[in-house]
T-cell receptor, first 112, second 113 residues
Framework: AQSVTQPDIHITVSEGASLELRCNYS??????LFWYVQSPGQGLQLLLK??????LVQGIKGFEAEFKRSQSSFNLRKPSVHWSDAAEYFC??????????FGPGTRLSVLP | DVKVTQSSRYLVKRTGEKVFLECVQD?????MFWYRQDPGLGLRLIYF???????EKGDIPEGYSVSREKKERFSLILESASTNQTSMYLC????????????FGSGTRLTVV
């Protein structure tokens, strides 16, 4: 069965520090991979996505993610976190004709 | 930009009431979805639709139904609301069945008392 795990339920970082959010998946083939962000009380906004090609993808708000096939991972990174990045982050996997599967989310808190 | 609009941000309903959650998208997307979001459980798919008048059950359809009479509108119906349906409900749409990702509405936080 397809599944997505985000091992960290809650992460706290200081403003200006680097960030890495982990995502691991189980899928029959190389899926499409996505990261979404949800600010409090809001819907989900697409940060970035991977289909094929270059395994390092750039997204909005200074985020990037790297697809590692051997590790079935798609970790999200940001070199310097801003207070406005505090939110919940969801990893999702899917493929053409298949509904997406979302991870449980990682809540990010940012210390001033 | 694609916009997905959910008619209510907050709703409070009584147990046993019939509840309608409305979702409208303005970019002619074929595909629409309803999720519920609960802490620690992430997003769970309730129903989806790939075409007008078409609907498919997702992972947790029990207690819910949907209606898609027009391409732009996808309604979620709670036939008889119960307290365990208190949740955040998210509507999404997509251009195709794969690579473009989903566009989400802002959500409706439903409380059933």
């Amino acid at each position: 069965a397809q599944s997505v795990t985000q091992p960290d339920i809650h992460i706290t970082v200081s403003e200006g520090a680097s960030l890495e959010l982990r995502c691991n998946y189980s899928y029959g083939a190389t899926p499409y991979l996505f990261w979404y962000v949800q600010s409090p009380g809001q819907g989900l906004q697409l940060l970035l996505k991977y289909f094929s090609g270059d395994t390092l993808v750039q997204g909005i708000k200074g985020f990037e993610a790297e697809f590692k096939r051997s590790q079935s991972s798609f970790n999200l990174r940001k070199p310097s976190v801003h207070w406005s990045d505090a939110a919940e982050y969801f990893c999702a996997v899917g493929n053409y004709g298949q509904n997406f599967v979302f991870g449980p989310g990682t809540r990010l808190s940012v210390l001033p | 930009d694609v916009k997905v609009t959910q008619s209510s941000r907050y709703l409070v309903k009584r147990t046993g009431e019939k509840v309608f959650l409305e979702c409208v998208q303005d970019m002619d997307h074929e595909n629409m979805f309803w999720y519920r979001q609960d802490p620690g459980l992430g997003l769970r798919l309730i129903y989806f639709s790939y075409d007008v008048k078409m609907k498919e059950k997702g992972d947790i359809p029990e207690g819910y139904s949907v209606s898609r009479e027009k391409k732009e509108r996808f309604s979620l119906i709670l036939e008889s609301a119960s307290t365990n349906q208190t949740s955040m409900y998210l509507c999404a749409s997509s251009q195709d069945r794969g690579g473009y990702g989903y566009t989400f509405g802002s959500g409706t936080r439903l409380t059933v008392v």
